[in-house]
């Protein structure tokens, strides 16, 4: 079973709907992403283009792999923020007597 993270993050929970916009970096980048890879495959044998292809499904699973752990681990800060910021503030709130 997944965690409740895990789920908000394979868009089984959607704790918002955010589109690609045209124009901005992520979109630019993901342009050239497959501007690069249909030039290189065309510059490819049909072997190499099968290599590539096991490459880029693996490099595919392992960033996905990657954005699971940033994501989870990201998201477990917010509340350790919370915690600390919680137990710290008798610090603000109660004068230190020297």
Do not use: W
Request: charged fraction near 30%; proline fraction near 3%; charge should be negative.
């Amino acid at each position: 079973m997944r965690s409740i993270i895990e789920e908000i993050y394979y868009g089984n929970i959607m704790p918002t709907d955010r589109d690609v916009v045209k124009g901005d970096e992520y979109a630019h980048l993901l342009h050239l992403l497959s501007r690069n890879s249909t030039e290189l495959e065309e510059t490819l044998t049909e072997a190499q283009k099968e290599v590539f292809e096991k490459y880029d499904d693996c490099y595919a699973e392992i960033s996905d792999a990657n954005e699971v752990t940033a994501f989870t681990i990201g998201f477990k800060i917010g509340p350790r923020l919370v915690v600390e910021a919680i137990s710290d503030a008798r610090e603000i709130t109660e004068p230190k007597m020297n």
